[in-house]
């Protein structure tokens, strides 16, 4: 069964760092597509950074720069490296997974099968 488990969301300064992570079991991360996520209040889930089984990566205009996605295969663990954090960077953010090893479209929701309970971000101006 797969499962994708979250952490290390907080509340920062606009301006600081945070550093997610998200845990899988049932399966490898590397031999899965996956991706990170958010969601801010009253607005649709958005992706913002992707990365698969060859360590191609794409990422979302308004994070390019400040955000670094990466994987541990031996700790089979996703991170999400968020620098120089924004107030409109506030929302949940979640990992998603795809069994496949491309996508069409690597930061469309639909995309993927499985996703985390999310973990929150909040900065503050």
């Known amino acids: 069964q797969v499962q994708l488990v979250e952490s290390g969301g907080g509340s920062v300064q606009a301006g600081g760092s945070l550093r997610l992570s998200c845990a899988a079991y049932g399966y490898s991360v590397s031999t899965y597509f996956m991706g990170w996520f958010r969601q801010a209040p009253g607005k649709e889930r958005e992706g913002v950074a992707s990365?698969?089984?060859?360590?191609?990566?794409r990422y979302a205009d308004s994070v390019k720069g400040r955000f670094t996605i990466s994987k541990d295969d031996a700790k089979n663990t996703l991170y999400l490296q968020m620098n120089s954090l924004k107030p409109e960077d506030t929302a949940m953010y979640y990992c998603?997974?795809?069994?496949?090893?491309?996508?069409?479209?690597?930061?469309?929701?639909?995309?993927?099968?499985?996703w985390g309970q999310g973990t929150q971000v909040t900065v503050s101006s």
């Open positions: 998603g997974a795809s069994p496949r090893l491309r996508v069409q479209y690597p930061l469309q929701v639909w995309e993927y099968n499985y």
């Open positions: 990365i698969d089984s060859d360590g191609i990566i």
